[in-house]
């Protein structure tokens, strides 16, 4: 990883700068970013945009297509550099490239299609500094978590969408990274797996308590899985609410509170 | 698919050929005017079973399979190296817009000229050697896997290079283990398609040029007006060829058989 020498905490805007008991582990620091569109014109998602990441929750972000959703999930991981102004900041540093601390999951195209599943998921493990033991303990420890010990041996296609995204999260997970970025990790799977997912996902976090930050188009997804609820106005991107839905009262699909809220935010995103 | 159906090209096949062997055999029996231009197998075989399956003459005869070895010797060193060479070049200019743009126009404008073509030039530069032959072969191959290398790499989805940094894979890193693989089938795949022109490649050369190998076989039946010789020549070749892409195609589905 790159990383620059560690900021002056001054220069931080307010409301990072004051913090919260429990200091963010990413956040993005009046972050800017633009880059060329059609016939001349400069297409400028994120403006100037601030948001703290908290340590050990699940955040979701939502927000209507080209709000810049993705585009400030890829600089939060390291992926987008070189902003004019801001910058992300993991741990304090500002964030220069890509990390193994912080690994991303994509809708599609997680899977190498020439491994199995045991060779997928350890596709990162030889870049640790374990022993070979610890290694293949990490392994099948992450494996059984996500139920592919029986498909082991199976490649990506032999395996169902919710496996192959299963396998995806195990190997994001097996390295042990601080933060997991989720890119829509469910859109292309029917309505009871990406429950059943997003059930286990919230399973992993109990068991692991990895930091986790999730795009979705998903409210009711984003609701009951997120500790917290980020809703991103059209560009440049803008909080427009953001909502800490930690409550056990959200998370019950047909209880008041969270159908409030889901009404809430999709008239807001419409 | 049921063990019928996998069964049965494999059935068909050969009862298409044995009914095209059978009425070969059945016109030379019958006295027919082909069975003396084309001389059924019972009979060509024969003639060279009957000489120890030695070709030449007298003490520079020498058995067939030199022959063979000879051949498949030239032709699996052209397209292994060119093979190796493409994907090499490949990479490299995957590396740099620039590049790419320079050298593309030339493998585009070499790409289409035949390995026959080179024959000439070959002979020319290496003399009467298997350096000329592995030279044709390389030729008629390595342009066009590198094309076919090129764009492989560009159908890579960007998503496997970021999840690969994302791990931390280094750029050699992920040469080797993300890009190569992921080219691999498709490159494999014209490598086959190839196999065909730098087989014939090869052949017409042994056949102008070079001494040995199953060209040369055809060459001297023709120079001694020697049909059943011209035959087993032509049969050889086919069933090699044949055999060859029986082994490419099984690589193809059965080691590097995934797709991207």
Redesign the interface.
């Known amino acids: 990883m790159t990383i620059s020498p560690p900021m002056d905490v001054d220069s931080l805007p307010p409301d990072i700068a004051a913090g919260s008991c429990v200091r963010p582990i990413l956040e993005a620091s009046r972050l800017s970013i633009s880059y060329p569109g059609q016939r001349g014109t400069v297409v400028a998602p994120l403006q100037d945009f601030s948001l703290a990441i908290q340590t050990g929750k699940i955040t979701c972000i939502l927000g209507a297509s080209g709000s810049g959703k993705t585009t400030l999930l890829r600089a939060l991981?390291g992926?987008i550099t070189g902003a004019p102004t801001g910058g992300v900041l993991f741990k304090g540093r500002y964030l220069q490239a890509?990390?193994?601390e912080?690994?991303?999951i994509?809708q599609?195209?997680?899977l190498?299609?020439?491994l199995n599943v045991r060779d997928n998921v350890g596709?990162?493990l030889r870049?640790?500094p374990w022993t070979g033991e610890q290694k293949e303990s990490r392994l099948s420890s992450i494996i059984e978590t996500v139920g592919l010990a029986d498909a082991i041996d199976r490649?990506p296609?032999q395996l169902s969408g919710g496996m192959r995204q299963r396998a995806a999260i195990a190997?994001a997970l097996v390295?042990e990274p601080r933060v997991l970025l989720l890119d829509e990790p469910f859109s292309a799977l029917d309505v009871t797996l990406r429950r059943r997912m997003s059930e286990m996902t919230n399973m992993i976090w109990s068991a692991l308590g990895t930091t986790m930050v999730m795009v979705t188009h998903n409210v009711e997804e984003a609701i009951t899985m997120g500790h917290r609820v980020v809703i991103l106005g059209y560009q440049p991107a803008r909080i427009i609410l953001d909502e800490d839905t930690s409550d056990p009262e959200f998370k019950d699909r047909y209880g008041t509170t969270f159908l409030a809220l889901q009404r809430r935010i999709e008239n807001l995103i419409e | 698919m049921t063990n019928a159906s996998k069964a049965a090209p494999i059935v068909l096949g050969t009862l298409s050929l044995l009914t095209v062997l059978g009425l070969w055999e059945w016109s030379a029996a019958a006295g027919l005017a082909v069975s003396t231009v084309l001389p059924p197998p019972s009979q060509f075989m024969a003639v060279v079973a009957e000489s120890g399956f030695r070709i030449g003459m007298g003490s520079q005869a020498s058995p067939i399979s030199q022959s063979l070895v000879s051949t498949f010797l030239r032709v699996f060193t052209g397209m292994g190296i060119a093979f190796a060479a493409a994907i090499l070049t490949g990479a490299l200019l995957s590396l740099s817009r620039v590049a790419t743009w320079c050298i593309s126009p030339l493998l585009y404008l070499l790409a289409p000229i035949a390995p026959i073509a080179w024959i000439p030039t070959a002979i020319v530069v290496f003399g009467i050697s298997n350096t000329a032959a592995i030279f044709i072969v390389f030729m008629g191959v390595y342009f066009v896997l590198t094309i076919a290398t090129l764009s492989e790499i560009r159908r890579i989805p960007p998503e496997f290079h970021t999840v690969a940094a994302n791990l931390g894979a280094s750029p050699f890193e992920r040469f080797y283990r993300v890009t190569l693989p992921a080219i691999l089938p498709g490159v494999f795949v014209l490598l086959r398609s190839n196999f065909t022109a730098a087989w014939m490649a090869v052949l017409v050369a042994e056949m102008v040029g070079l001494r040995d190998g199953l060209g040369a076989i055809i060459m001297m039946g023709r120079n001694l007006f020697n049909n059943d010789l011209i035959l087993f020549g032509m049969v050889i070749i086919g069933v090699s060829g044949f055999v060859v892409d029986r082994v490419l195609n099984f690589i193809s589905n059965r080691i590097v058989w995934w797709r991207v």
Do not use: L, S
Request: hydrophobic share 35%.
């Open positions: 991981g992926f890509p990390t193994p912080i690994v991303m994509f599609e195209n997680n190498f299609p020439w596709f990162g870049y640790r490649y296609h190997r390295t």
